[in-house]
């Protein structure tokens, strides 16, 4: 992650300034870091250009669901975060010298990285709820755990607002060189917002896996089930990657960040990230294909059938024809006209 970079003894500062943020600021590798470097930003720039297509794509579907709406907003998030993870790498390659005002793109990101992590459980919850919808025969016998998963989520938001007020905190005592107030806070806080999103991700593909099994009977389970699959799990291994560096590296003390876990994490979050809007995307291009007359439950076609043909015949007013209400084959009423036996009995 590029904002680590904010907080790396990597940068190098120089002295005698009298204002903290207008210290002259360069960014300092040695030449194996340089070199993991073009790799690390390569794929960086490849996820971006991802994201940006996949923005594209969801600028042109059709979807009247607030699903899309949120998955155009994780996708901009996405995109403004790996926009904010490129720049470190270009001041870095042209030895650009900046200041530490510089830090405000790592604060900028870590908050676009949590707001894209935010809106990408609503929108797989969202696609969650709708195929549950669709499976159930009567009635929402899911209620309940749709009305959790949005208190859930709104823990989620609150989490991760908290995480990135302490990280801003964080960094702005880091300048100050007042850093061992919150270092330690920030940490643990970290790993626990990326033990919960893995959680999450975790009960969200054993929904999908649920929703797969159940939909094996029914004729739209060849169409979208396997996409919400693909989404569920690439968010699933993101979420495994930033928990185990987490659990590691803020739960465990004196352990040194190696330099090969940038790109590591880069070449896996372009995998992942590539894996879950692909899922996304077509399940959403799936959608409409759900709306089947034929997969409609059979009790509630015999329902609607019954209703109809329990309708009694009105008779005419006094003096006039006899005329009969029939049910039609499509549960409407119509009247029929009088037999030639019922006109000679009038």
Not at 296 to 314: L, N, R, Y
Request: glycine letters at 4%; charged letters at 15%.
């Amino acid at each position: 992650m590029a904002f680590n970079i904010a907080v790396s003894p990597s940068l190098f500062r120089e002295q005698n300034h009298d204002h903290p943020w207008t210290e002259p600021l360069i960014f300092d590798f040695n030449r194996a870091q340089r070199i993991l470097g073009y790799v690390d930003f390569a794929f960086e720039c490849l996820s971006l250009v991802a994201v940006v297509t996949f923005f594209a794509c969801t600028c042109v579907m059709s979807n009247s669901h607030g699903r899309l709406k949120g998955l155009a907003f994780a996708l901009f998030s996405w995109a403004l975060w790996d926009i904010s993870s490129v720049i470190p790498w270009i001041f870095s390659f042209a030895r650009i010298k900046t200041s530490n005002y510089f830090n405000i793109d790592f604060m900028a990101g870590y908050f676009f990285f949590v707001a894209a992590s935010c809106f990408v459980v609503f929108v797989l919850y969202s696609l969650a709820h709708g195929f549950l919808d669709r499976l159930a025969d009567a009635g929402r016998p899911f209620a309940t755990a749709m009305k959790a998963h949005w208190v859930v989520l709104g823990f989620l938001v609150a989490l991760s607002l908290a995480d990135w007020g302490l990280f801003v905190a964080y960094v702005v005592l880091l300048i100050s060189e007042q850093d061992t107030l919150l270092a330690e806070p920030f940490a643990k806080l970290d790993g626990v917002r990326a033990c919960i999103f893995c959680a999450i991700a975790i009960e969200i593909l054993l929904w999908s896996i649920y929703i797969a099994v159940k939909a094996s009977s029914r004729r739209f389970a060849s169409k979208v089930p396997p996409s919400l699959i693909l989404a569920a799990l690439s968010w699933f291994g993101f979420t495994v990657m930033y928990c185990i560096i987490g659990i590691r590296f803020d739960f465990i003390e004196d352990l040194s960040v190696p330099d090969y876990q940038s790109l590591v994490m880069s070449v896996c979050e372009f995998v992942f990230c590539v894996g879950l809007f692909v899922g996304i995307i077509l399940c959403l291009l799936n959608w409409r294909q759900l709306q089947d007359p034929q997969e409609k439950p059979a009790a509630v076609m015999h329902e609607s059938h019954d209703t109809a043909a329990q309708i009694p015949a009105v008779p005419a007013p006094e003096g006039g024809p006899y005329r009969a209400y029939q049910a039609s084959h499509n549960g409407s009423a119509s009247i029929s006209q009088p037999s030639e036996a019922q006109r000679q009995q009038v």
